[in-house]
C-alpha cells in the first residue's frame, strides 16, 4: 500500500477515523503510532499527508491535509473479453495499476456464460480491487467498470459511443503496435477517421484463443486497427499488461 485511500464520507472537515484492513495496514505494515505521518489519498480526490492523532487496536484517526492532485493516467479503456474469475481479479488490479481509466467486461462467443455469475463482479469487491490497484499506483481515481452480457448491442449500441482511437489485439494481424502507431505520425491526425484520436486509445482483448473472425470484423467496421504481439500466444492477464505497457510507451513517443 503506497497511498493510503479514504472516501469523501469517512472525511469530517479535516479528521479521518479508519478501521479494518488500512488501519490494521497502519499498525502492522507500516509500524506507525501517535503523530507519525503517511501519505494520504481521497478517492476521486486530491492527495496529501495525514497526521496520527490517536491509534488503538479497532481503529486510527488522523488529521488529514490534501493539496496535490494524483498524475494524470495515460486516457486508456480497455474493452475486455470477460476471462476467468481468477484471471479477472489480476487484470483488474494490474490494469488499474497501469491506469486505465474504463473498463468494458463484454461477452464473446468464447466466453462461458457462468463467468458473468462469479462473486468478482459483485460491486463491493470490484471496488477492493480496484482500491488495491490504485493504492500500489499512488492514484486516487477510480476507474468505471461496465458489465456487456451481449456481443451485439455492445458493439452497435455502445462502441460508436466512445471517443478514442480503436486497438484490437488479434494474434494473426498483419502488422505490430509499433507499426500502427507509426502510420499515425507519418500522416497525422488529419487523414484519420473523424474522432480518432491517439491520445485517447480503446484497446480491445480477446479471450484464451480470440475473438471469432466474425467478432474482429465488428471491430474493424467500427474503426478499430487489428495488430499482433508476435508468435507466441499469451494467457490473456499477461498479455493486458504488457499491451498496457507498451500502448502506454507509445503514447508518450
Known amino acids: 500500500m503506497n497511498l493510503l485511500l479514504f472516501t469523501a464520507d469517512e472525511r469530517h472537515k479535516n479528521m479521518v477515523v479508519l478501521s479494518g484492513r488500512r488501519a490494521e495496514h497502519i499498525r502492522t505494515v507500516l509500524r506507525l503510532d ?3 505521518q503517511l501519505r494520504v ?7 496529501g ?3 496520527i492523532s490517536r491509534i488503538d487496536r479497532e481503529s486510527v484517526h488522523m488529521s488529514v491535509s490534501l493539496s496535490s492532485p494524483p ?39 468464447r466466453v462461458e456464460k457462468s463467468f458473468f455469475h ?19 499506483a499512488m492514484d486516487t481515481r477510480m476507474p468505471e467498470v461496465r458489465i456487456y452480457h451481449r456481443f451485439k448491442p455492445f458493439v452497435e449500441d455502445v462502441l460508436p459511443t466512445l471517443d478514442g482511437t480503436g486497438l484490437l489485439a488479434h494474434p494473426t494481424a498483419e502488422y505490430s503496435l ?7 505520425a507519418a500522416v497525422g ?12 486509445i480503446l484497446l480491445a482483448v480477446g479471450p484464451e484463443g480470440g475473438f471469432l473472425d466474425y467478432e474482429c470484423c465488428q471491430f474493424i467496421d467500427h474503426g478499430f486497427h487489428p495488430f499482433t504481439m508476435g508468435p507466441r500466444i499469451l494467457h490473456v492477464d499477461t498479455a493486458v499488461v504488457a499491451l498496457l505497457a507498451q500502448v502506454t510507451l507509445l503514447m508518450a513517443s
Open 118 to 136: 462469479t462473486p468478482v463482479l459483485f460491486p463491493e469487491k470490484i471496488e477492493k480491487i480496484l482500491l488495491e490497484g490504485m493504492e500500489q
Open 178 to 184: 509499433n507499426t500502427i502507431f507509426s502510420s499515425f
Open 71 to 109: 498524475l494524470q493516467p495515460p486516457d486508456i479503456e480497455l474493452i475486455l473479453a470477460l476471462p476467468r474469475p481468477i484471471m479477472l481479479q489480476r487484470i483488474l488490479k494490474q490494469a488499474t495499476t497501469l491506469g486505465v481509466k474504463r473498463f468494458h467486461l463484454i461477452r464473446t462467443r
Open 34 to 36: 501517535s503523530g507519525d
Open 189 to 200: 491526425n488529419r487523414a484519420l477517421p473523424t474522432g480518432t484520436n491517439k491520445k485517447k
Open 49 to 51: 499527508t495525514a497526521v
Open 41 to 47: 489519498g481521497e478517492v476521486n480526490g486530491l492527495i
